[in-house]
């Protein structure tokens, strides 16, 4: 790269680069500009590079790019199809002082493509993300190419939490994540353990990161890395999943059972998404998430019609919604439009009758929501949530400095999940359960421990509805002015759709 114009180094002392001699260390990464590209073709990829860079011809020889020709044969017979000149902006990127030789290979002039990255969590952030920015779209223009990222987790925000979270929850479908445990290894049991965790003296964050692939955040988590661990455990996939997957199910609801339901509201613009999360609150030592709602791209009006829609499902439960902010149009559109009369109000200023439904979310309601949460939560451990999503929000959901709890700093981090589970569980604050239902007994702690609906709803109320269609390809009825026993009806007939008598 003699013909770099600016360039600046970053110092490596973690990888290796594959040379002719087997991986080598390497002192850093150059990365120069200069707006003069060639582009050569191979039938396996392409290589972009400065017209000065040299190319291995063979095991001795080398020649510029600006050198080459078509159909000319460089290292180990490869041959070039096609060459390009161009000018842009892009950054180039070259190796400094590879160990004991100047050659190494680079992906895009070999028969296979494969690009392993070790221990990416551990990289200094800002170099791990512009290095991604530059190879990524270079290595996914390859057809049969994989990439492959190795790490012990190294707290949560970085690229390699971003990359391993979003296979895990499904939202970057082109990934994959595996994880092995201290516990998968061969000769490793209990006295093990015991033994390693003396030597990390004793510390058990430091633990469940190195050796069980537990993603901890600094400063104080509302949930403990135990139960992390725990909830990871009993993760399923829903039962149905509705609404384009937006709405999930894992247990239909059952007659006579006691649901509610924690909202978040956000503006609908696929950033902070609108979340309903619901509760089975029947049995107090066994609360279970049986379905969520999650979607960051519908506006509050929208979503309020989801909800009404959702509440005739899980029998009229108490609507736990924060009347901030967009809360409070998802609220008004509830009662003035849908005229859904269960909406749990709490207001923190004892000394003044609210006017408005909802839950007025002031710094000491937060703090308490927070504490009931840990306390149903975190202390007793009765609530068993299936849903990824929400169990990493709550990996990333901590304590600052302040006081204050909410998602750590850093982009693409939310606590929408949380936050609507915290409402959820809202309604057991011994202060709103003695308000919206019968509370039969309590704990030692007073917290409820049994309760009974005041009011009870409508068996139809109960099932889920011709609203939401488990086939999102299934067609929709036409029967003004039709035939019943026409093609058109039998059609839809044998694809399970029923005429009224």
Known sequence: MADLIKYKIYKNNQFEVLTDKGFKDFKGIIIGENTEKIILHFKFGKLVCTPKHK???????????????QNDLIYNNIQITKIEQ????????????????????VNGILSHQCLILDELAFVQENMAQE????VIPIISSYEGTKVFVVSTPNGTGNLFHKLYTGAESGKLQQWVSESIIWSEIPGRNKKWKEAMEQALLNESKSFAQ????????????AVDSDLLKRMRAIVRIPLIALENGMYK?????????????GVDVGEGIGQAASVAQILDITDLTNIKLVANYHNNNIDPYHFANVLNRMCSQWGQPYLCIERNSCGGQVIDALKEVYNYNYIAEYNPNSQRVSERIGIYNHTNTKYK?????????NSLKVVDIYDIGTI???????RHP???????HGDYIYDDRVMSLIWALFILEPEMTSKYYEIAAWDDNGMPLKINHIHVPNPEYYKLDQFFQKDPEAPLPFILGQNPDSDDMNSLKEQGWVVPQ
């Open 402 to 408: 302040n006081g204050t709890w909410k998602k750590r």
């Open 131 to 134: 290095f991604w920015n530059s």
């Open 392 to 398: 990493q929000e709550m990996e990333t959901f901590v």
């Open 86 to 105: 161009t000018n842009n902006n892009d950054l180039v990127y070259e190796l400094l002082d590879v160990q004991d030789t100047h050659k190494y290979f």
């Open 249 to 261: 199910i894992w247990e239909e609801p059952q007659v006579g059972h006691i649901y509610t339901i």
């Open 210 to 221: 190195e050796f069980e692939n537990q993603f901890l955040e600094t400063g104080q988590s």
């Open 55 to 69: 190319i291995m011809i063979n095991d001795i020889d080398y020649k510029f790019a600006k050198d080459l020709k």
């Open 369 to 377: 929501g927070v504490t009931n949460m840990r306390y149903w939560v």
